[in-house]
T-cell receptor, first 115, second 111 residues
Framework: GAVVSQHPSWVICKSGTSVKIECRSLDFQATTMFWYRQFPKQSLMLMATSNEGSKATYEQGVEKDKFLINHASLTLSTLTVTSAHPEDSSFYIC???????????FGPGTRLTVT | DAKTTQPPSMDCAEGRAANLPCNHSTISGNEYVYWYRQIHSQGPQYIIHGLKNNETNEMASLIITEDRKSSTLILPHATLRDTAVYYCIVRVGGNFNKFYFGSGTKLNVKP
């Protein structure tokens, strides 16, 4: 149990376009999800906390207008990278908080390459 | 901000126990210690967590010192598939359960 999926697993887009990444909790409801970014050979960096039915809260230094987060249901959060640039190329990972047992479960990640 | 310190890398022989240390000297009384691992290009995988008592599950054991300023993750019989980056994380309950990852320890299990 407690499976989190992400879609797509990898995506290549052109500079200036927008890309949407989905994060789903498959067998539990998650009022809170988290988005992380990971550059090569670096650790995970928390970007934002996604709360169902309310605005996301962003970590310091993360541009909320560039990384749009929507958490419209108890099983789905989306991250949209707007006007993507090559420096946005990264591994994006989501996690979902299993409210009943208060644990975070991570998705498999999405590899974004901006050309 | 990460509140943990880990060695950047460790080697372990296959079949032997792997002991991964973590320093969290500024930990508060209500903060839990979590261990996750990340195999290359995958999402982190939960291993174990604890507050102040030692914990054991099917994957590993967690030993927390009495003053809670450090802990050790023990993989009793390391296999090649245990090669990964291991992250020790201190989490405050109620703070939306945010995780701030440190740099982790790259465990290399060698035949």
């Amino acid at each position: 149990g407690a499976v989190v999926s992400q879609h797509p697993s990898w995506v290549i887009c052109k500079s200036g376009t927008s890309v949407k990444i989905e994060c789903r909790s498959l067998d539990f409801q998650a009022t809170t999800m988290f988005w992380y970014r990971q550059f090569p050979k670096q650790s995970l960096m928390l970007m934002a906390t996604s709360n169902e039915g309310s605005k996301a809260t962003y970590e310091q230094g993360v541009e909320k207008d560039k990384f749009l987060i929507n958490h419209a249901s108890l099983t789905l959060s989306t991250l949209t990278v707007t006007s993507a640039h090559p420096e946005d190329s990264s591994f994006y990972i989501c996690s979902a908080l299993h409210g009943r047992i208060d644990e975070q479960y991570f998705g498999p990640g999405t590899r974004l390459t901006v050309t | 901000d990460a509140k943990t310190t880990q060695p950047p890398s460790m080697d372990c022989a296959e079949g032997r126990a792997a002991n991964l240390p973590c320093n969290h000297s500024t930990i508060s009384g209500n903060e839990y210690v979590y261990w996750y691992r990340q195999i290359h290009s995958q999402g982190p995988q939960y291993i174990i967590h604890g507050l102040k008592n030692n914990e054991t599950n099917e994957m590993a054991s967690l030993i927390i010192t009495e003053d809670r300023k450090s802990s050790t993750l023990i993989l009793p019989h390391a296999t090649l598939r245990d090669t990964a980056v291991y992250y020790c994380i201190v989490r405050v309950g109620g703070n939306f359960n945010k995780f701030y990852f440190g740099s982790g320890t790259k465990l290399n299990v060698k035949p």
